[in-house]
């Protein structure tokens, strides 16, 4: 890695501490200068603004979460363990829900479906692989697999996002991928195990 990307990894990786711990609208551009110990033209070299960073923090995050992803991709486990990894990791840690507060905002609704653009451009071709096993399993037994997985995955953020679902969203939510995959009612019942504790 060349010094200056390394520099600007650094300073990703400062912005992302400082909007966990204070949050987005309580870190500014001067708290992160100091952290850093950098003159603020070095900070407006790598970034145009707060807001650019934010977006660099959360591609930052989706790459972290794909890699751990593809991690779970290729264990020797089975199909619903491997769904349900793979799912997990696509899913933000404990301390980074603020950050994911932040896009729900209506003032930040283009940046809201960046995410969700970048998210399922991440998610999509690699939650697809699990569900190729699946059919090749026998578990699941349908075509045009990157389609239905991208709206198993648009179906999960509208129901999920603000984390208040009920059981009964669950049940129906489970309902729902079964359909879509061409699988068995039952066969993906494990996925509560996501999901239920919400």
Known sequence: MKKGEKRKQELLGIAHRLFLERGYENTSVDDIIEEAGIAKGTYYYYFESKEQTLEEVI???LDQMASAAEMV???NISIQEKLIGVMSCFRP???EHGIGEVLHRPENIVMH???NAKLLKRAVPILSKVVEQAVKEGI???EDIEERVKIILLISSALFDDDKSS???VRVY???IERILYAKPGSFAFI????GGK
């Open 59 to 61: 591609d930052m995050m």
């Open 73 to 75: 991709l290729g264990m």
């Open 93 to 95: 840690e404990e301390g």
């Open 113 to 115: 479906e960046k995410t």
């Open 140 to 142: 699941a037994a349908c």
């Open 167 to 169: 059981e009964t969203n």
């Open 174 to 176: 489970i309902d729902v």
């Open 192 to 195: 509560e195990a996501i999901v």
